[in-house]
């Protein structure tokens, strides 16, 4: 048999708030979203935010920089973390700005990243190539970029470029 904790119903939006950033750091907007899910009243909501703020206990600037070095180690280009960052409520400027502090080599990334992922063989046809481009460009990586990585991972034979 389980036992109730007395008052759990009756936790304040400011402890729950709390809770969830002693789990992990959590965006203003992906905080005060998560309270009023869990049914909170918002005004009391954005009192807690603001009081957890004032505390620097919830920080947007530290989110987004740990967000930005977790998706750089996960391999994610700049365009995507930019997106990410801008539906956490981060204004691109700043996450263009959090991105420059983390000061990734972006070349020498997706360059690992296709040799990871391909096994280090080089590219055997235009196609696979190809194949290997929309894959860096699907994880945000820009066009000179991925240009640069998969010329690294070039074709067995310089012919079939020309």
Known sequence: MTRRREGKDDVSAYDKALM???RREHSARELKSKLVRKGLDADESAAALAQLQSKDYQSDARFGEMLVRSRIAQGYGPRWIIAELKTHGIAEARAR???DAAE???PALASDLVRRRYGGKRAATLA???KRAN???RRGFDAATVQSATRAQGLESSDELD
Do not use: A, N
Request: glycine content about 0%.
């Open 97 to 99: 700005t959090l991105i």
């Open 135 to 137: 894959f860096l460009l």
């Open 128 to 130: 696979e190539r190809s």
């Open 20 to 22: 969830l950033l002693v």
């Open 104 to 106: 990734p080599d972006w």
